[in-house]
C-alpha cells in the first residue's frame, strides 16, 4: 500500500503541473471539462514565497481503507499544514479514522487529522446561506433546496455504514434553519412527493440516475443547477485558498478532483 500511496503520489503531482490546466488565470468552463481526461486523486502542490498549498482532488469515499484516504494522510504528513479546509461544511470531529470516514468521509478525515495535530481547521464552502442568496433569484427556492438534497441523497443511499435516513435528517436539520431555504420540502416523505411532482418523469427518488447530478450532463434544469453552484462554489474556493496562501501559510486543502481539475489555471494565477 505505502509503494502504491507513494507512485500515486508522484504521478498525480506530476499532473497537477499542467494535465488539465485551461486558459491562464480564469476558471476551466463545463465545456472545456467536457474535453478533459484527468487522474484522481488529482493533487497541486504550490509554493509562494513562505506560503504553500497542498490541494488534493479525491474520489469521495466512506471507505477508511481507500487510497485516497491513505493519499491524503499521506501528503498531510509530508505538508505539516498550518491551516486546513474541507469540503461541504463543518462535520463533527470524530475520535477514530475509522468513524470520522465512515459518517464524513474524506472531509470527516481531514477533521480528524487536524484536531489529532492541533491544525486549525474550517469548510472550503460558502455557507449554504451565501449560495442560496446567490442561487435562489435564478432558480427559486425549491429548486435550490432541490439540489442540495439530491447531493446527500446520492451520497447516502449506497453508505452501508449508516441508515439512509439517519444521514438525511442531518442535511434537514441543516437546509430547515437556513434562510431562504426554511419551506419545502422539510423532510424526506415531503422531499419524495414534491420531487416526483415536479419531476413525473424521473425514477423514484433513491434510484436517480448519476446523471441527475452531474454539471457536465444537459438532461434538464438540475444540471443546470449544480453548474452554477459549482461554478460560485469554485470561486470561493479560489479566493479563500489563494488569500491565506499570500499570507504566507502553509495550507492542505481536500475537495472533489473535479473542482481542483477547473480550479487549477485561476488558483496558478492568483499565486504566481
Not at 497537477?16 to 480564469?26: H, K, S, V
Not at 482532488?57 to 499544514?81: F, K, V
Not at 442531518?170 to 422531499?191: I, K, M, V, W
Amino acid at each position: 500500500m505505502l509503494r502504491r500511496v507513494g507512485l500515486v503520489a508522484a504521478f498525480v503531482a506530476l499532473c497537477g503541473l499542467g494535465c488539465a490546466t485551461t486558459a491562464r488565470g480564469r476558471l476551466m468552463t463545463w465545456t472545456e471539462y467536457r474535453q478533459v481526461r484527468h487522474v484522481a486523486p488529482y493533487v497541486l502542490d504550490i509554493a509562494r514565497g513562505s506560503g504553500r498549498l497542498v490541494y488534493v482532488g479525491s474520489r469521495h469515499t466512506n471507505d477508511a481503507t481507500a487510497l485516497d484516504i491513505a493519499l491524503i494522510e499521506s501528503l498531510w504528513s509530508q505538508a505539516r499544514p498550518e491551516l486546513a479546509f474541507n469540503e461541504g461544511g463543518d462535520p463533527p470531529t470524530e475520535s477514530t479514522k475509522a468513524e470520522a470516514v465512515r459518517l464524513y468521509g474524506e472531509s470527516g478525515f481531514v477533521r480528524f487529522l487536524a484536531a489529532r495535530d492541533g491544525v486549525p481547521v474550517a469548510s472550503l464552502e460558502p455557507t449554504k446561506q451565501e449560495l442560496a442568496k446567490r442561487l435562489v433569484p435564478e432558480f427559486g427556492a425549491e429548486l435550490v433546496k432541490l439540489g442540495f438534497l439530491l447531493l446527500q441523497v446520492k451520497h447516502h443511499r449506497n453508505n452501508p455504514t449508516e441508515p439512509f435516513e439517519t444521514a438525511v435528517a442531518r442535511t434537514f436539520s441543516t437546509l430547515n434553519r437556513t434562510p431562504g431555504l426554511e419551506g419545502q420540502p422539510r423532510d424526506l416523505a415531503e422531499l419524495e412527493r414534491r420531487f416526483a411532482a415536479r419531476f413525473p418523469e424521473a425514477p423514484v427518488l433513491r434510484q436517480l440516475p448519476e446523471a441527475w447530478t452531474d454539471p457536465v450532463q444537459a438532461i434538464n434544469e438540475m444540471n443546470a443547477f449544480y453548474r452554477r453552484a459549482s461554478e460560485e462554489r469554485d470561486r470561493h474556493m479560489i479566493d479563500l485558498l489563494a488569500d491565506r496562501v499570500r499570507q504566507g501559510q502553509r495550507v492542505f486543502a481536500v475537495v472533489g478532483a473535479s473542482h481542483v481539475v477547473m480550479q487549477e489555471a485561476a488558483v496558478r494565477a492568483a499565486l504566481r
